[in-house]
């Protein structure tokens, strides 16, 4: 029998595999612990049995379990423009537009936001789906170290006599570092220069902010969109784009990820507008996670751990090496803690970590336990070698 001819392309990959492995950057799936530093349910709603209830309910009423198709084809319902009309009034917005995923809400909006003869200023710490959105609309791109106002308003002077629009990015709360923008002082530069803001809420949706609504909605007329995510704090799948009336419907007739996606079936749309009072009434659960994070963040500081700028329920371990991030998440998750090494492309060469995740069903003696495993797995480890990688 005639052997098998592999294909070029395929080795080439295994290459690449093997030059990841070789970094301590080749990830893999995995099934973790129950007791999960990974998570992002916030508010330890994901097991809700009021949000299991109204899933079925829909079901049980005879919502379709399929879209059957994108939202401007067959997959609109009453329910959606219910469920928008509420998220928008939850947000304090005047419209929202539902989509399948935060990813694509980002790349949706900036792909088709701005153009080539417009520019975008971009912390340098945002998502990547923010900077793929930037990479899609074709837009000039000015990036500017992590919140450093002070450098962000030296470029948009410097830009401020060029054509076309300008927009600022940034995230409220930012996912690998657990620090908050100042999104007051950000709006006051967007007004000064004469730019719009975009706030990707993700992190602070159901966190912060009165009811949980998030951190931008007070920001102000220059707050031309926020980004909500639902599979966070929310406990379900999907994310929100927030804005005015004209933005939802540019949205709807530009964004590439909305228009040519399947939507979601509708009784996704049912259990999140059963989440919507359990947030809004949840002041004592996100009281709870805000003094886990404060907890946990002076643990970490006087045990000689980096946290970084976190002031969130996001708390980074910064490790620096990706192999000893690597490692210590080993042996963290054989300890009976699910944590994950965080590493480049993801944060910047040089600064792997681990990334805390808490949640509001965590306890105290929880984050003193994994504090005492992470001083003893450091203690039993050689000092580490200063690297890059």
């Known amino acids: ?120 200023f971009s912390d340098s710490a945002n998502h990547a789906s923010i900077v793929d959105g930037i990479r899609l609309s074709g837009a000039r791109k000015v990036i500017f170290p992590h919140l450093d106002l002070g450098r962000l308003e030296e470029e948009l002077r410097k830009y401020q006599a060029d054509p076309g629009r300008k927009i600022i990015a940034v995230e409220s709360v930012f996912s690998m570092d657990g620090d908050r923008a100042p999104l007051a002082d950000l709006a006051a530069l967007a007004v000064r220069w004469g730019a719009a803001l975009i706030v990707d809420d993700a992190h602070a949706t159901g966190v912060f902010g009165e009811k949980g609504r998030g951190l931008a909605s007070d920001t102000g007329p220059v707050l031309l969109a926020t980004v909500h995510t639902c599979g966070k704090a929310l406990a379900g799948v999907g994310a929100y784009v927030c804005g005015s009336e004209t933005l939802k419907q540019f949205l709807i007739n530009r964004a590439r990820t909305f228009i040519f996606s399947t939507a979601l079936p509708p009784y996704v749309a049912a259990q999140m507008r059963a989440v919507l009072p359990i947030v809004g009434a949840a002041e004592d659960r996100r009281a709870h996670l805000i003094n886990l994070g404060t907890h946990l963040r002076a643990r970490l500081r006087e045990s000689g751990f980096d946290v970084a ?34 590493r480049p492309p993801t944060v910047p060469a040089g600064t792997a970590r681990l990334r805390l995740s808490l949640h509001a069903g965590m306890s105290v003696a929880l984050l003193d336990a994994l504090v005492s495993a992470l001083v003893r797995i450091r203690d039993e480890m050689p000092a580490p070698a200063y690297s890059s990688l």
């Open 1 to 120: 029998m005639a052997k098998a001819r592999t294909s070029p392309l395929l080795g080439e990959l295994r290459a690449e595999l093997a030059a990841l492995e070789s970094q301590s950057q080749l990830r893999h799936l995995a099934i973790l612990p129950e007791t999960n530093f990974c998570s992002n349910d916030y508010l330890a709603l994901s097991r809700d049995d009021r949000l299991r209830r109204a899933a079925k309910a829909a079901l049980e009423e005879g919502s379709a379990v399929g879209a059957t198709g994108s939202r401007l084809l067959s997959g609109n319902a009453t329910i959606w423009e219910s469920l928008e009309a509420e998220l928008a009034q939850f947000a304090g917005a005047e419209a929202a537009l539902y989509c399948n995923s935060g990813y694509a809400a980002n790349v949706g909006l900036f792909g088709c936001i701005a153009g080539p003869a417009d520019l975008i």
């Open 309 to 342: 700028r976190s002031d969130s329920q996001i708390v980074p371990v910064v490790l620096g090496a990706n192999e000893r991030a690597v490692q210590f998440a080993e042996r963290l998750c054989d300890a009976g803690f699910a944590v994950r090494a965080i």
